[in-house]
């Protein structure tokens, strides 16, 4: 049970020394009252020989052992000292029950703390094939109420190898007062505990279906958070809140099932224990002749031992009804552990000089499937310009760009920046040259300038006015009521769509990194958003020698680039200027033809 005890607990991150260290405390302590109720039998004995302890002396040597061992602090044995010796050890283990109890919390909230805490940034660089499989719902829930769950398993555990430690010292005891008695006693608390095997199996299958109503619950209340705007709009307001009802319904049900289970074996193990004390008791006196100080010790140390076999039977239902979360805890670390990013290279990404480029590059997420996402992309970047990348939804275009910064990595061929492959770059190093803004800007709930400086925590004032000033963000900063102290709000919502991309825009300039990559950045704004987006891009463009690349499915956005790729089904079907691509008459110019009229007719 130890090394699976010990295993276990790694698992959560719970160091063998801990585990060690709270059993051993469990052991001082039962040795500290074991020790208490041991005196009681010379006790016992002192009354019976009305104080004579000659009489004692000669007939027991353990009362000279006794005699020699209070004379060393000057005491003879009388029943003030005896009862008083006996108060000490309890005294001492109370001592060490209370530091078990410290220590016990201490690791407890000290395992939570580092579970989340890895959990948390083994997450954050887990592949990003991981993360989008991942449900929020499912990893909030296993990153709290399960994770509760799995520690009460853990140190329940521990308790139920205590209390294992502490049956068997009282036993160890039991059998030195009377063997036969001992065997009894075993017989009829094996059969108690026999009789409850059932309802305990019963409690594997109700732990399991409550970890499930959990992250259901928790799935579907993040997801709907997220989304009650369209709930409200389309009207399902009531059919969410029946959803609601009936998960949390179930959620209640299988909870209350398992405290069923529990509460059935406290009631039944009750009075077992009590009847199995009335047979010892009977058993003692009637057929092995024990002496009367001997039943007293024995009955003392059987009551003793009577709440612990009840204790043992409860942990044990309780570690097997909340089992399936450590189950589930352990298993989503190891996933993210195995989905952990590879980390190659070791040289740092001061700048680029001369270009970015995929050679040859395939990629597929299903790997399976003969149809890939990236087939044979070929194509540079020029360093310092602004370049960008365009096609129908669904070519590869997000694929593509999230090769760059190494959130996927290609299944063949290579990418370089400046004949170097990415792979020989550090990967911290890779990505601190690389920022990007996405097409729905991510604003955290801060002022302005904290959001600006998010990646670049001690930028200067200066710094942030400069990157909002070149995102042409400065101006509408300044009439926000407090500046750029005003708070953004949950998501930027006191900000309209084209402010919050252009305050995400300053965030990725701020650092000044030597390559920025921008996706989709105006496709859900108006025609004066838009502008001013653009006009960004220019200014960035004449300002600064940062290497842009826009993936556009507004082609008015990006027709002043100097460099624009067509990407269609996976593959590049052309590349060059604005009046090019107009001149092949390709995908490019019907495309742009038909935004030119739609802008016309709007």
């Not at 552990?337 to 050679?359: N, P």
Request: hydrophobic share 50%.
């Amino acid at each position: 049970m130890y090394s699976r005890l010990i295993k276990e607990a790694g698992e959560m991150h719970l160091p063998r020394k801990t585990v060690a260290l709270l059993l051993s405390l469990h052991l001082l302590g039962t040795i500290m009252e074991l020790s208490s109720l041991i005196i009681l039998m010379p006790v016992f004995q002192f009354i019976q020989s009305g104080g004579d302890l000659v009489s004692l002396a000669g007939e027991n040597k353990y009362w000279n052992w006794l005699i020699d061992a209070y004379s060393i602090i000057g005491l003879m044995p009388d029943l003030a000292t005896l009862l008083v010796t006996s108060l000490v050890f309890l005294l001492l283990r109370q001592v060490f029950t209370y530091i078990r109890l410290l220590a016990q919390a201490f690791a407890k909230e000290s395992m939570i703390t580092r579970m989340r805490a890895d959990a948390f940034e083994n997450y954050l660089h887990a592949d990003i094939s991981y993360q989008d499989k991942a449900e929020s719902g499912g990893l909030i829930n296993d990153l709290t109420t399960d994770l509760q769950r799995a520690a009460d398993y853990i140190f329940g555990e521990i308790m139920l190898a205590g209390l294992l430690i502490v049956s068997a010292i009282y036993l160890i005891g039991l059998f030195v007062l009377s063997v036969p008695m001992t065997f009894t006693a075993i017989a009829i608390f094996g059969l108690a505990l026999l009789i409850l095997r059932t309802q305990m199996k019963k409690s594997d299958v109700a732990g399991a279906a409550v970890v499930q109503a959990n992250q259901r619950m928790s799935a579907f209340l993040i997801e709907r958070l997220h989304l009650s705007r369209l709930v409200r709009l389309a009207g399902m307001e009531r059919a969410e809140s029946d959803q609601m009802r009936t998960l949390t319904t179930r959620q209640r049900d299988t909870l209350y099932r398992l405290f069923t289970l529990v509460a059935r074996v406290d009631v039944v193990m009750e009075p077992m224990v009590i009847a199995a004390a009335y047979v010892l008791i009977f058993v003692s006196i009637e057929h092995f002749g024990l002496k009367i100080e001997h039943i007293g010790m024995f009955l003392v140390i059987v009551i003793r031992l009577l709440p612990m076999v009840k204790e043992i039977a409860r942990t044990r239902q309780a570690n097997r009804a909340t089992k399936a979360a450590h189950h589930s805890i352990t298993d989503r670390m190891q996933e993210m552990t195995r989905a952990k990013e590879v980390m190659t290279g070791e040289q740092s990404f001061i700048r680029l000089i001369k270009h970015f480029r995929f050679e040859n590059v395939f990629f597929a997420y299903d790997k399976t499937n003969e149809i890939a996402a990236l087939q044979g992309v070929s194509v540079s970047f020029p360093a310092g310009k602004l370049s960008a990348i365009v096609g129908p939804s669904g070519a590869g275009k997000s694929t593509l760009i999230d090769m760059i910064p190494r959130l996927r990595r290609p299944d063949k061929g290579q990418i370089l920046l400046d004949d170097v492959s990415i792979d020989e770059f550090a990967l911290d190093k890779l990505r601190s040259g690389i920022s990007s803004a996405p097409q729905m800007p991510q604003i955290f709930n801060v002022s302005v300038a904290e959001h600006i400086r998010y990646g670049k925590a001690d930028a200067s004032m200066d710094e942030v006015k400069a990157a909002a000033e070149l995102a042409n963000a400065a101006n509408f900063i300044n009439e926000l009521p407090n500046g750029y102290e005003t708070t953004l709000g949950e998501s930027g919502v006191h900000l309209s769509g084209g402010q919050r991309q252009r305050i995400d825009l300053a965030r990725a300039l701020v650092r000044r990194a030597p390559i920025l990559l921008l996706d989709e950045p105006t496709s859900n704004q108006d025609a004066d958003s838009e502008a001013l987006f653009r006009e960004a891009l220019l200014k960035i463009r004449a300002e600064t020698d940062i290497t842009i690349i826009v993936i556009a499915h507004r082609l008015s956005t990006v027709a002043m680039a100097d460099k624009i790729v067509v990407l269609q089904s996976g593959a590049i079907t052309s590349e060059g200027s604005h009046q090019k691509l107009l001149l092949e008459d390709g995908w490019y110019a019907q495309a742009f033809q038909k935004q030119k009229g739609a802008d016309t007719r709007n």
